[in-house]
Each structure stands twice: as C-alpha cells, then as structure tokens.
C-alpha cells in the first residue's frame, strides 16, 4: 500500500504563535490505485459548516470563547485570521496539545479553538481573507449587531453556483439596517441599533438564517424567522447561542423566534461531527462493495442518504453516534433530489452521480440548491461513467468499471467524490487540484489508506 505523503499543516501547531494561512496549493494530486474495496473503521470530526460559523458567532460576546471539535482544514485557519484581523486573539490548539484549549469534547483528532474577543471588535474585515470563504459572510451578522457597522467584501468559496446575498440583506434591512454595495463590498449600518423584526425568507437558506439569528440575538425585541433553514449545523449555532444567553425558540424548525438581549457571554462548545464526512464515506463504502463503521456523526443527520445507500442494496446500521454500511453486492441505481435539510443534501450531490455511475441501471439525480453543482461532470465523464445532464437534472446509465483517467477537483465536494469514482476505476485516476478537498476533509487520504485501499498524495 503506498504511504500517504503529509500535506503541509493548516493550523499553528504551537498554542499563542501567530498562524499561517498556507498558499492555495495548487498543483496537488491525489494518485488513486483502482479496484478495492473499503473496510474498517474512520472517525470523523466536526462538521466544517458549523465550526467555521461557530467562530464567527464567538464575536458576539467579548471574552474567551472556546470551541471543541473543530476539523484540521484549511477554511478554519483561514477564518482564524478573519477573526484576528478583527482584534480577536485566536489560538488553534492541536489534538494533542494542552493548555487553554485542552480539548472540551469531541474527536481526539480535532482541534480545539480559543478565541478572545475585544470589548470592540474591528468592523472591516480583510477584503482578500473574506474572499476565501463564503462561510466568512457570516461576521456581518454578529459584527453589526455588535459595531452598528460593519464592510464586508463580497464571500469567495466553491465554484458551484450563483450564491446570491438578498435573503441575508433584506433580513438585515428589515431588523433596521441601511445596506449599500460598494466595490465588491456589502457595507451595512445600524446607528440606532437592529430591532425585532419579522422575516420571512424566499428560501430556507443556510447562510441567511445564520447571518440573520447572530443579528437577532441582540437586537431590541422579537425577531420570528419563517422558512428558516432546519440544518444541524442551524441548530448547533443555535445551541451554542443560547449557551451564551440568547433566548431562541424552534430551532430545527422553519420558525425561529429570537428574543433580543442587551448582551451575550463567551461560552465552550464542542462542535456537531459533519454529516457531509461522515455521507462522502457512507457512499464510498456502497460503491467499492466496502465495509464501512463511521464514528462521530449522528445518523439522524443522513436518514436520507442512509436510506438511499440502503436501496443501492447496502446494509445500513445505525448506533448512538455513527453508523456502518456493508455491501455485497454491485450497486441498484436509486434516483435522488437535492432539498434543504432534512433532504438528501446538495453536497452529497458528487457521491450520488459516483454511485450511480457505477450501478446497475439508470439514476435520475436532480439538483435543487446551486445551478453549478454538475460542473464536475465533465471530470467523470473522463472516468467513462455515462451521464447527460439537462438543466437541473442528470441521467447516469451506471457502468460495471470505470478507468481511470487524468481529472480535475473543481470543489471539495466533487474532489472527495472523484477519488471515491477512482477506487472504481481500472487503472490509476489521478485527481488535480485536490486543495479543494483540504478545505472540508481533514484526513482524507490517510483515512483512505487506513481503510486499505492505495491512494497517495503527490505534489504536482
Ligand atoms: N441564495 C440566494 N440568496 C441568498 C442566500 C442564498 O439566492 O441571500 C441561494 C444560493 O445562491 C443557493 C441557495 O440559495 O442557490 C442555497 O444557499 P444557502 O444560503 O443555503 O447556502 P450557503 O449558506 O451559501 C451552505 C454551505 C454549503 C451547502 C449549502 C446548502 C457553508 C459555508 N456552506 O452554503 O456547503 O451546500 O449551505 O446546504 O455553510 C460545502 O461545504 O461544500 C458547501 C458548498
């Protein structure tokens, strides 16, 4: 089995020392040998989409904060310097590290984040971090709730999509903000502070309902959110809020109800584990005919997927904390619908398309949140999977084998997937610009490995 090569590290490993957000490294290749199977056991950590949100809500009580569970990738080092560029002291605490951030709870492969926050924090945080990310936008929130103003550069993030703001401004708008755009920048004031408002929401958007709740916790007054997006990772913000002090209501539901308080304070928190992770594996278990027990994800949050990977013709096992997939047979073909929360989730899309490629018939996947998420296609397409894509929907005619072939990570998402297609491919795929892929899962290859199949990282 070849070993895996170390990636260069995403976090200071030394608690206090000012961290370096490393260059995208582009070029990386993941080089997958094809035709095994899967089996044991991974542990995942926190989920990405929470933790990086658990960050920015830190901002809204001065004092320390410390949040647990945090997965070792490239997006939370990028958000540490957000926050520190903002007057924060952010220390990433390593696994195995002791000191202020000794591990509160959660996987002993995660880090543990403690982040200091000044009576006032900056209001304009650094155009090109922000660029980065698209979880940054979520410091607008809690910054104007905090400074009454607040200049935030448009969010970066995958290419899968238009990801527009509106829900995330005209919520603002409505708690009594004036917002303007300005050279990329959303420039937002409250000089007579937010207040209660009632907002109902196009659609239950992620982002909008974080950026939105982080608003109302100190906004004068009621603020009831309706089609508010029902993630765990809503109701993890939501828990961590609420350890705080806020006062909110229905969280997990399309209504939130937030009662505003004059002020907040820092609290510990151990981040939800990442049912996108914990998914990517469940899907790689069906398609390599594996044996898979994932550990630290609560299998409530991929009823679902679970439940497709179980017509595939997969035994499903659900426990307290994980879950295990067996397969022993080639996959059936299931269709699938993206939805918001408690759908079959967009990001999964890639492993869908994956397990489909190679199943006995023909799929029907169609793509409801992002109108760019079939990019990655074209990529597969180079695999030999059979796939036509129309619109918001794809028709994928499974194959027994694929081959493997030279392809490109266009996101974390559809990297993560295309070195799962390679493990079904004759041959050697090999996966470039896999920096994608470090941004949402912090030990890929070597979990990969550890499951006994032949991946390696190589520089490009
Ligand atoms: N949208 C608007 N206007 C808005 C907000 C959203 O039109 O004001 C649209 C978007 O363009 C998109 C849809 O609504 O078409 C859904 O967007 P949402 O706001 O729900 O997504 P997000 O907050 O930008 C988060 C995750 C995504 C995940 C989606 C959906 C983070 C940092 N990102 O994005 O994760 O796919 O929710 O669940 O939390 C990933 O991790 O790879 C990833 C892309």
Redesign the pocket.
């Known amino acids: 089995m070849a070993a895996a090569v170390a990636r260069p590290s995403v976090t200071d490993a030394v608690a206090g020392e000012p961290a370096l957000v490393p260059p995208p490294t582009a070029g990386d290749v993941i080089r997958v040998t094809g035709g095994a199977r899967l089996a044991g056991t991974v542990p995942v950590e926190g989920a990405?989409?929470?933790a990086?949100?658990l960050m920015a809500a830190a901002l809204l009580a001065p004092g320390r904060s410390v949040i647990s569970n945090v997965p070792r990738i490239t997006?939370i080092a990028i958000m540490a310097e957000v926050l520190r560029g903002l007057g924060c002291q952010v220390t990433i605490c390593e696994p195995d590290a002791t000191g202020p951030g000794h591990l509160v709870a959660g996987s002993p492969r995660a880090s543990t984040v403690v982040i200091d926050v000044p009576p006032v924090p900056g209001c304009e945080p650094d155009y090109e971090l922000v660029r980065r990310?698209?979880?940054s936008?979520?410091v607008l929130g809690p910054l104007l709730a905090r400074c009454g103003r607040v200049r935030v550069a448009h969010?970066g993030?995958?290419a899968?999509?238009?990801?527009?703001?509106?829900?995330?401004?005209?919520g603002l708008a409505r708690m009594g903000a004036d917002i303007t755009g300005e050279e990329g920048l959303v420039v937002a004031s409250a000089s007579r502070g937010l207040h209660g408002a009632t907002i109902w929401?196009?659609?239950?958007?992620?982002?909008?309902?974080?950026n939105l709740v982080m608003a109302a916790v100190l906004a004068d007054g009621v603020t009831e959110i309706d089609n508010a997006?029902r993630?765990p990772?809503i109701v993890d913000i939501c828990a961590m809020l609420t350890g705080m002090g806020a006062q909110i209501d229905g969280a997990g539901t399309a209504t939130l109800r937030i009662e505003g308080v004059p002020e907040l304070r820092p609290v510990e928190h151990a981040t939800i584990g990442d049912r996108?992770v914990g998914g990517t594996w469940a899907f790689a278990a069906a398609m390599t005919c594996g044996d898979v027990t994932v550990r630290g994800v609560d299998p409530s949050f991929l009823e679902v997927a679970l439940d497709k990977v179980a017509t595939a013709g997969a035994t499903v096992e659900a426990s307290g904390d994980g879950f295990r997939v067996r397969m022993g047979r080639r996959p059936r073909a299931v269709d699938v619908v993206t939805l918001?929360?408690p759908g079959f989730?967009?990001?999964l899309l890639p492993m869908a398309i994956g397990l489909a490629a190679v199943s006995e018939g023909a799929s029907l996947v169609t793509e409801n949140?992002?109108?760019g998420r079939f990019m990655f296609v074209e990529e597969l397409l180079r695999l030999g999977a059979d796939i036509r894509t129309d619109g918001h929907h794809a028709v994928v005619r499974g194959r027994e084998r694929l081959v493997g072939a030279p392809v490109r990570a266009t996101?974390?998402?559809a990297g993560a997937g295309l070195v799962i297609a390679g493990l079904c491919a004759d041959g050697v795929t090999e996966i470039a610009d896999v920096h994608h892929i470090d941004?949402?899962y912090p030990n890929y290859v070597a979990d990969l490995c550890s499951l006994g199949v032949q991946v390696e990282r190589c520089g490009g």
Not at 160 to 170: A, Q, Y
Not at 201 to 210: I, K, M, Q, W
Request: hydrophobic share 35%.
């Open positions: 990405k989409n929470s990086l949100k997006d990310l698209r979880a936008i979520c969010p993030g995958d899968i999509g238009s990801r527009g703001l509106d829900m995330h401004v005209g929401l196009d659609f239950p958007s992620v982002g909008a309902t974080e997006a993630e990772e996108i918001p929360f989730a967009t990001d949140i992002f109108d996101d974390i998402r941004r949402g």
